[in-house]
């Protein structure tokens, strides 16, 4: 059983930058993609940002430039850093964890974290 636990929301006002990360535990392959996703009220899940097991990266292009994501594999831990943060980027922020590779043959989500940024 996977595991992916998130922490690093709160409270922050526009330009404020947050750093969220995700624990990943359990039994997976090390081919694999961790992401962050979000969500907000009455909207869809949305991909924010990808990262391979190699390093290779994808952003959505409303948070390319203020927003790096970054894993450390040896501690099955990934890394989202936002900066410049706008009031339209609160929501609950997921992580997810995929494989092999860019397959979903195996695909865990964590609970959410929450963030709001105030103007």
Known sequence: QVQLVESGGGLVQ???SLRLSCAASGSFFSNNVMG??????GKQ???????????TTKYADSVKGRFTISRDNAKNMAYLQMNSLKPEDTADYYCNLRGPG????YD????GTQVTVSS
């Open 108 to 111: 865990y989500w964590g609970q």
């Open 36 to 41: 962050w996703y979000r969500q907000a009220p």
């Open 102 to 105: 860019w397959t979903a043959v």
């Open 14 to 16: 526009a330009g404020e």
């Open 45 to 55: 899940r949305d991909l924010v940002a990808t990262i391979h097991s190699s390093g």
